[in-house]
C-alpha cells in the first residue's frame, strides 16, 4: 500500500510547513497586520493560475504534472506570499499564512485524512454487480448518508465498492461524475452535518434542522431529476455494451462487511465535528494573532486519535483488497495547500463586501432594498465553485443582513437560496466541495479515465446547470 501510516503523516506535516520560510523568532503572540480592504483585483493572478495549472497541465504536460504537481503548488503559494511580503511587509503576509494554515488548511486535512482512513477500512465483501439498478441505488443511498456523516465520510465510504462493482464496464466515467454530483456535494443539504457552509450557519445560530425543513423539496427536485438521468444513461450504456456479466468471483466470500469497527470511528468523527462547534474551551494558542480555540484542538487531536485506531484496528490484507493506498489523500494535500495559500487575497477581496473590488457583484444581490433571491442562489453558488464554500456562504449571510432568527423567517427564502448554492453548486468543479477531488485521484487511481478539469466542467455545465436554472424559476423568482 505504499508509505505507512507515519510517513503518510510525516509527508502531510512537511507538506503543511513547507511555506514557513520565515525565522520561527517572529512566532510569539503579539499583534498583527491584515491584508487591505481596497485590494485591486489583480491579487487574485497567483489563485487564477492555481486553477490553470491544475486544469491546463495534466493535458499538456502530463509527465511532469506528474512528478512535480506539489512544486507547481508551492510556487503558486509564493507567488502570492512574496508580493505581499513585498508590498505589506513580512509581518501581514507572515500573519496571512498562519491564519489559512492553522485555521483552514491544517483542519481540512486532517478532517479529510481521517475520513480517509477510516472510510478506507470499510470493504464490501462478496461480489456487487454494476447494472444500472444496483449503480443507481448505491447513488441513492449515498445521497441520503451525506446529510447525516458529511459528503466526505459517505463518499469516501461508497467510492470504492461503486468502482468495484464496475470494474468490468467499459463506461465508467459517468458513474463517478454523477457520484461527484449527488453524493459527493448535493447530498450533503440537509444538516449542518452534510457540509461546511451549514455547518457555519449552525454555528451562527441557524437551527439544527432548518435546512431539513427549507431544502428538503429542492434537494428531492434536483437529486431525483440527477438520479433518473443516470438511469437512463446507465442503462443505454450498458446495453451498449453487451450488457456484460464479470468474471465469476472464486474466493466464495459471502456478501457483507468487513472492518465494521470503522463504521463506529465514522460516528466518532462525526461527534467529534460537531461537539467542537458546540462546546466552547476558550483560545488555547495565539500566534501572530491567530486565535487557536480549545475545542478545535481537541477536535482535531481526537480525528487524528481516531484514524491511528482504524489503522490499528483494521486488517492490513482487508486494505489491500479494498484497493487502498495512500496517493489520493497526499495528492489532495498538495494541491490545496496552494489553492488555500493562493486564494487567500480572493477570500480577503470577497470578505470586503461593498467596499472590495467584488462590491458590484456583491450589489447584484439587492433591488430597491430587497434581496433577490435568484443572485443570492447563482453568485452563491458560482463563488462556491472555486473558491472555500464555507466564507463564501458566510459572507453572502451576512450581506443578508447575518441575523439568523430574521433570516430563518421573514427572509428564509433568501437563506434558502445562499445554502442552497453554496452546497449544490460545489458540485460544478473538481475544488468546489472537499471530496471532488479526493474521488478522481481514487477513480484515477483504480484505471478510470476521468475528464479533465475543464472536461468535467462540460459534464457539470451540460447537467447541472438547467437542473439549477430550473430550480431557480421555481422557488427562487
Given at each position: 500500500m505504499g508509505k505507512t501510516l507515519p510517513q503518510t503523516l510525516f509527508t502531510l506535516l512537511c507538506t503543511a510547513l513547507l511555506a514557513l520560510c520565515v525565522p520561527c523568532t517572529v512566532l510569539a503572540s503579539g499583534g498583527h497586520a491584515s491584508l487591505p480592504q481596497n485590494?485591486?483585483?489583480?491579487?487574485?493572478?497567483?489563485?487564477v493560475c492555481m486553477l490553470l495549472s491544475i486544469a491546463i497541465a495534466p493535458l499538456t504536460i502530463p509527465h511532469f504534472w506528474e512528478h512535480h504537481f506539489g512544486k507547481v503548488a508551492v510556487f503558486w503559494a509564493f507567488a502570492f506570499l512574496v508580493p505581499c511580503t513585498i508590498s505589506f511587509g513580512p509581518m501581514v503576509a507572515l500573519h496571512e499564512f498562519l491564519h489559512a494554515i492553522l485555521t483552514d488548511y491544517m483542519p481540512f486535512i486532517i478532517l479529510l485524512f481521517s475520513l480517509f482512513t477510516v472510510a478506507g477500512g470499510v470493504r464490501l465483501k462478496g461480489s456487487m454487480v454494476g447494472t444500472p439498478?444496483?449503480?443507481?441505488?448505491?447513488?441513492?443511498?449515498g445521497t441520503v448518508l451525506a446529510s447525516w456523516m458529511g459528503t466526505t465520510g459517505a463518499a469516501m465510504l461508497l467510492i470504492r465498492p461503486i468502482l468495484r462493482a464496475n470494474a468490468h464496464r467499459r463506461y465508467r466515467?459517468?458513474?463517478?461524475?454523477f457520484f461527484i454530483f449527488l453524493v459527493a456535494n448535493i447530498g450533503g443539504s440537509l444538516t449542518p452535518l452534510g457540509d461546511p457552509p451549514l455547518f457555519l450557519g449552525f454555528l451562527k445560530g441557524v437551527s439544527?434542522?432548518?435546512?431539513?425543513?427549507?431544502?428538503?423539496?429542492?434537494?428531492?427536485?434536483?437529486?431525483?431529476?440527477?438520479?433518473?438521468?443516470?438511469?437512463?444513461?446507465?442503462?443505454?450504456?450498458?446495453?451498449?455494451?453487451?450488457?456484460?456479466?464479470?468474471?465469476?468471483?472464486?474466493?466464495?466470500?459471502?456478501?457483507?462487511?468487513?472492518?465494521?469497527?470503522?463504521?463506529?470511528?465514522?460516528?466518532?468523527?462525526?461527534?467529534?465535528?460537531?461537539?467542537?462547534?458546540?462546546l466552547d474551551f476558550g483560545i488555547w494558542i495565539s500566534v501572530m494573532g491567530v486565535e487557536l480555540a480549545g475545542q478545535n484542538i481537541l477536535r482535531d487531536l481526537c480525528l487524528l486519535l481516531?484514524?491511528?485506531?482504524?489503522?490499528?484496528?483494521?486488517?492490513?490484507?482487508?486494505?489491500?483488497?479494498?484497493?487502498?493506498?495512500?496517493?489520493?489523500?497526499?495528492?489532495?494535500?498538495?494541491l490545496f495547500f496552494g489553492i488555500f495559500l493562493s486564494m487567500i487575497p480572493a477570500i480577503a477581496i470577497l470578505r470586503a463586501g461593498t467596499n472590495g473590488a467584488l462590491a458590484?457583484?456583491?450589489?447584484?444581490?439587492?433591488?430597491n432594498g430587497q434581496p433577490v433571491n435568484s443572485m443570492y442562489f447563482w453568485l452563491a453558488g458560482a463563488l462556491s465553485s472555486f473558491l472555500d464554500n464555507a466564507p463564501t456562504y458566510l459572507v453572502f449571510f451576512n450581506t443578508a443582513g447575518g441575523d439568523p432568527v430574521h433570516l430563518m423567517t421573514d427572509?428564509?427564502?433568501?437563506?434558502?437560496?445562499?445554502?442552497?448554492?453554496?452546497v449544490f453548486m460545489g458540485a460544478n468543479t473538481y475544488i468546489g466541495n472537499a471530496p471532488n477531488f479526493m474521488v478522481r485521484s481514487i477513480a484515477e487511481e483504480q484505471g478510470v479515465p476521468m475528464p479533465s478539469f475543464f472536461g468535467y466542467m462540460v459534464w457539470s455545465c451540460g447537467i447541472l446547470l438547467p437542473i439549477f436554472a430550473l430550480l431557480t424559476w421555481l422557488f427562487f423568482i
Amino acid at each position: 500500500m505504499g508509505k505507512t501510516l507515519p510517513q503518510t503523516l510525516f509527508t502531510l506535516l512537511c507538506t503543511a510547513l513547507l511555506a514557513l520560510c520565515v525565522p520561527c523568532t517572529v512566532l510569539a503572540s503579539g499583534g498583527h497586520a491584515s491584508l487591505p480592504q481596497n485590494l485591486p483585483i489583480y491579487w487574485i493572478i497567483p489563485f487564477v493560475c492555481m486553477l490553470l495549472s491544475i486544469a491546463i497541465a495534466p493535458l499538456t504536460i502530463p509527465h511532469f504534472w506528474e512528478h512535480h504537481f506539489g512544486k507547481v503548488a508551492v510556487f503558486w503559494a509564493f507567488a502570492f506570499l512574496v508580493p505581499c511580503t513585498i508590498s505589506f511587509g513580512p509581518m501581514v503576509a507572515l500573519h496571512e499564512f498562519l491564519h489559512a494554515i492553522l485555521t483552514d488548511y491544517m483542519p481540512f486535512i486532517i478532517l479529510l485524512f481521517s475520513l480517509f482512513t477510516v472510510a478506507g477500512g470499510v470493504r464490501l465483501k462478496g461480489s456487487m454487480v454494476g447494472t444500472p439498478v444496483v449503480n443507481t441505488a448505491i447513488l441513492g443511498v449515498g445521497t441520503v448518508l451525506a446529510s447525516w456523516m458529511g459528503t466526505t465520510g459517505a463518499a469516501m465510504l461508497l467510492i470504492r465498492p461503486i468502482l468495484r462493482a464496475n470494474a468490468h464496464r467499459r463506461y465508467r466515467v459517468h458513474s463517478v461524475v454523477f457520484f461527484i454530483f449527488l453524493v459527493a456535494n448535493i447530498g450533503g443539504s440537509l444538516t449542518p452535518l452534510g457540509d461546511p457552509p451549514l455547518f457555519l450557519g449552525f454555528l451562527k445560530g441557524v437551527s439544527f434542522f432548518w435546512t431539513t425543513t427549507h431544502l428538503f423539496t429542492k434537494t428531492l427536485l434536483v437529486a431525483g431529476i440527477l438520479l433518473a438521468l443516470y438511469f437512463l444513461l446507465d442503462s443505454i450504456l450498458y446495453a451498449r455494451e453487451g450488457k456484460p456479466v464479470p468474471v465469476k468471483d472464486e474466493s466464495g466470500e459471502k456478501f457483507g462487511l468487513e472492518g465494521k469497527i470503522n463504521l463506529l470511528l465514522l460516528a466518532c468523527i462525526v461527534i467529534s465535528v460537531l461537539a467542537s462547534g458546540i462546546l466552547d474551551f476558550g483560545i488555547w494558542i495565539s500566534v501572530m494573532g491567530v486565535e487557536l480555540a480549545g475545542q478545535n484542538i481537541l477536535r482535531d487531536l481526537c480525528l487524528l486519535l481516531i484514524a491511528a485506531l482504524s489503522w490499528q484496528l483494521t486488517d492490513r490484507h482487508s486494505r489491500v483488497l479494498n484497493d487502498f493506498t495512500w496517493g489520493p489523500i497526499l495528492e489532495v494535500a498538495k494541491l490545496f495547500f496552494g489553492i488555500f495559500l493562493s486564494m487567500i487575497p480572493a477570500i480577503a477581496i470577497l470578505r470586503a463586501g461593498t467596499n472590495g473590488a467584488l462590491a458590484s457583484v456583491i450589489e447584484l444581490v439587492t433591488s430597491n432594498g430587497q434581496p433577490v433571491n435568484s443572485m443570492y442562489f447563482w453568485l452563491a453558488g458560482a463563488l462556491s465553485s472555486f473558491l472555500d464554500n464555507a466564507p463564501t456562504y458566510l459572507v453572502f449571510f451576512n450581506t443578508a443582513g447575518g441575523d439568523p432568527v430574521h433570516l430563518m423567517t421573514d427572509y428564509a427564502g433568501t437563506l434558502a437560496a445562499i445554502s442552497a448554492g453554496a452546497v449544490f453548486m460545489g458540485a460544478n468543479t473538481y475544488i468546489g466541495n472537499a471530496p471532488n477531488f479526493m474521488v478522481r485521484s481514487i477513480a484515477e487511481e483504480q484505471g478510470v479515465p476521468m475528464p479533465s478539469f475543464f472536461g468535467y466542467m462540460v459534464w457539470s455545465c451540460g447537467i447541472l446547470l438547467p437542473i439549477f436554472a430550473l430550480l431557480t424559476w421555481l422557488f427562487f423568482i
